[in-house]
Structure formats: structure tokens, C-alpha cells
């Protein structure tokens, strides 16, 4: 079974600094990779995706992610943060098909300080 | 257009009612998902609807009954629940139940129940 691990917790990073999330998934196949942010009392929303292709994605509000097969690794940057980017972040891994069971991780949470 | 709407957003329930929550969307996916989020924790998977019939079930109690009435509409029915199902439940929906892979998830705002 696919599994994911984010392994910090709770993140601070002072606002215009650049930001770096790590995700490291466990899946015997090509995985399907997404990152989805969470503000507090709101949704999720999905930040961007890897399916295939190049492994440098381009996502929403200015984030990137890059696939590395070699170190099962799909790590979230910014290289300047807002403080509206504050909030939960959560790396998740699909099958291949369908992607009904989305397998997450258990989030970090992203602290601004001025 | 990526938008899944979720009535009500704030939902208070005894332990002896009936209620339910709505999730609708309009992008013509075919997938519909009930999540259960607790506090501080990820998302866990309740229930998935592929082409309206019933795919998944995560080993969820009988006290949660999911509808889907038709390809744009999931409703949750919520009987006899017990404070601790006082959580965020998110619907999603995506475009393609199965086959091509590469299936992404949009999440709606959620509904945010307290059972009491």
C-alpha cells in the first residue's frame, strides 16, 4: 500500500523568505502526486499535481514541486512567502487508476512571522 | 470552473437527529467523495460514488448513509451519531472514476459538525 510522509510538523518562516515542504511517499509504481493547501476553517484546495512529464511543476500563487524518483521525494518550494501563505499543507499520493483512495499525509503547518 | 458547494457549513446535532449534509457540483464529474476530517489530522476517506453507484466504503458505521440521487448531487444522512463524529466532512469530485489515472480531487469548503 502507497504511503506518505511529511516530516515536519509545524514550520516558521519569516514573510519574503524562500520555503521548502517535504514529501516523501512509498509506492511501488509511478505515483500520482498532489499538494493541497488547507486555511484554517476552509477546504482543500489544490495547489498543483505531477502525473508525468517534466518533474519541476508549476503551481497556484506562485509554488513549485519537484518529482525525484531517486529519493521517492516530491518537495513543495516557494521562493518568497506571503504571510496569507499560512496555513496547513497537505502531500498526497494516488493509484494509478482513478485515484479514489488519495493517501495524504499528516500535513505541516506553515507559521508567517514579519 | 473547479467549485464544489457544501450546505450547511455549520451543522449542530443531538445525538437522537436526523439530519443531512448536501454537496453539489456542476463541472460534470463522475466521482463524488465524502472525507471525515478531524482536528489537526488529514482527511480520511468515507465513501466514493462512481457514476452514481456506490464504489467505495470505508468500513464506515451504518449511522452515516450517503445518497446519490443523481450525477451532480451527494448527500450524507446522519442518524443516532455520538460526539465523537464532531468533525469537518468534505465532499470532492473528480472527472474520471476509473481508468486513465491521473485523476485529480477538488474539495469543497466542507461542513463543519458538532454533535452534542
Known amino acids: 500500500a502507497q504511503s506518505v510522509t511529511q516530516p515536519d510538523i509545524h514550520i516558521t518562516v519569516s514573510e519574503g523568505a524562500s520555503l521548502e515542504l517535504r514529501c516523501n511517499y512509498s509506492?511501488?509504481?509511478?505515483?500520482?502526486l498532489f499538494w493541497y493547501v488547507q486555511s484554517p476553517g476552509q477546504g482543500l484546495q489544490l495547489l498543483l499535481k505531477?502525473?508525468?512529464?517534466?518533474?519541476l511543476v508549476q503551481g497556484i500563487k506562485g509554488f513549485e514541486a519537484e518529482f525525484k524518483r531517486s529519493q521517492s521525494s516530491f518537495n513543495l518550494r516557494k521562493p518568497s512567502v506571503h504571510w496569507s501563505d499560512a496555513a496547513e499543507y497537505f502531500c498526497?499520493?494516488?493509484?494509478?487508476?482513478?485515484?479514489?483512495?488519495?493517501?495524504f499525509g499528516t500535513g505541516t503547518r506553515l507559521t508567517i512571522i514579519p | 470552473d473547479t467549485e464544489v458547494t457544501q450546505t450547511p457549513k455549520h451543522l449542530v446535532m443531538g445525538m437522537t437527529n436526523k439530519k443531512s449534509l448536501k454537496c453539489e457540483q456542476h463541472?460534470?464529474?463522475?466521482?463524488m467523495y465524502w472525507y471525515k476530517q478531524k482536528a489537526k489530522k488529514p482527511p480520511e476517506l468515507m465513501f466514493v460514488?462512481?457514476?452514481?453507484?456506490?464504489?467505495i466504503n470505508e468500513s464506515v458505521p451504518s449511522r452515516f448513509s450517503p445518497e446519490c440521487p443523481n450525477s451532480s448531487l451527494l448527500n450524507l444522512h446522519l442518524h443516532a451519531l455520538q460526539p465523537e463524529d464532531s468533525a469537518l466532512y468534505l465532499c470532492?469530485?473528480?472527472?474520471?472514476?476509473?481508468?486513465?489515472?491521473?485523476?485529480?480531487?477538488?474539495f469543497g469548503e466542507g461542513s463543519w459538525l458538532t454533535v452534542v
Open positions: 470532492a469530485s473528480s472527472p474520471n472514476p476509473t481508468g486513465t489515472g491521473g485523476n485529480t480531487i477538488y
Open positions: 509506492y511501488g509504481a509511478t505515483p500520482y
Open positions: 505531477y502525473f508525468s512529464g517534466d518533474t
Open positions: 498526497a499520493v494516488g493509484l494509478n487508476f482513478g485515484n479514489e483512495k488519495l493517501t
Open positions: 463541472m460534470g464529474h463522475r466521482a
Open positions: 460514488y462512481s457514476y452514481e453507484k456506490l464504489s
